[in-house]
T-cell receptor
Framework: KNQVEQSPQSLIILEGKNCTLQ??????????LRWYKQDTGRGPVSLTI?????NTKSNGRYTATLDADTKQSSLHITASQLSDSASYIC????????FGAGTRLTVKP | NAGVTQTPKFRVLKTGQSMTLLCAQD?????MYWYRQDPGMGLRLIHY???????AKGEVPDGYNVSRLKKQNFLLGLESAAPSQTSVYFC??????????????FGQGTRLTVV
């Protein structure tokens, strides 16, 4: 069983709308949690990185939250743009980086 | 800034053929990694290196070999390709300080098909 589970698997929204992606993990002990954006045919690019003591971190229209007690994280995208269409990958680190399978987001005009 | 560069970007192999994937980074990073990405699964670590001349096995090392003769290069070899090795391969690097706990930078990927 994957130690990092993401939901939903895929999501379609209209341009300008907000959305929230979920990441649940069982990795323990826990060092940090990262969200990556992966455009089609490209490598992952970091959006945010949070340690266990951080609850929220923003990067422009992207806001990540972390609840280390419930082992849950979310990535909120505000005022979506067509360029937000990508896969979003949650990565939880102990001594190793453990990758979720990603959420495929499609933003339609 | 080049960052992490992978060569080639695409390749089709016949079963049993061999090939080498090259990863080059210009950020003077100590740590380098090779991952494979398959549909519906997270990236899985094949092999990694914590410095020049060192390599170690990851989660799915069987059928692959690696070498880190120069700090900036990390080679992934397939000695006898199998259809199960059809995948997208990603190389990544990260600085020595913090190791796993710092930012990892990824290459653009190599799409390998074994027929």
């Amino acid at each position: 069983k994957n130690q990092v589970e993401q939901s939903p698997q895929s999501l379609i929204i209209l341009e300008g709308k907000n959305c929230t992606l979920q990441c649940n993990y069982t990795v323990s002990p826990f060092s940090n949690l990262r969200w990556y954006k992966q455009d089609t045919g490209r490598g992952p690019v970091s959006l945010t990185i949070m340690t266990f003591s951080e609850n929220t971190k923003s990067n422009g229209r992207y806001t990540a939250t972390l609840d280390a007690d419930t082992k849950q994280s979310s990535l909120h995208i505000t005022a979506s743009q067509l360029s937000d269409s990508a896969s979003y990958i949650c990565v939880v680190s102990d001594n190793d980086m453990r990758f979720g399978a990603g959420t495929r987001l499609t933003v339609k005009p | 800034n080049a960052g992490v560069t992978q060569t080639p970007k695409f390749r089709v192999l016949k079963t049993g053929q061999s090939m080498t994937l090259l990863c080059a980074q210009d950020m003077n990073h100590e740590y380098m990694y090779w991952y494979r990405q398959d549909p519906g699964m997270g990236l899985r670590l094949i092999h990694y290196s914590v410095g020049e001349g060192t390599t170690a096995k990851g989660e799915v090392p069987d059928g692959y070999n690696v070498s880190r003769l120069k700090k900036q290069n990390f080679l992934l070899g397939l000695e006898s390709a199998a259809p199960s090795q059809t995948s997208v391969y990603f190389c990544a690097s990260s600085p020595q300080e913090g190791g796993w706990y710092t930012e990892a930078f990824f290459g653009q990927g190599t799409r390998l098909t074994v027929v």
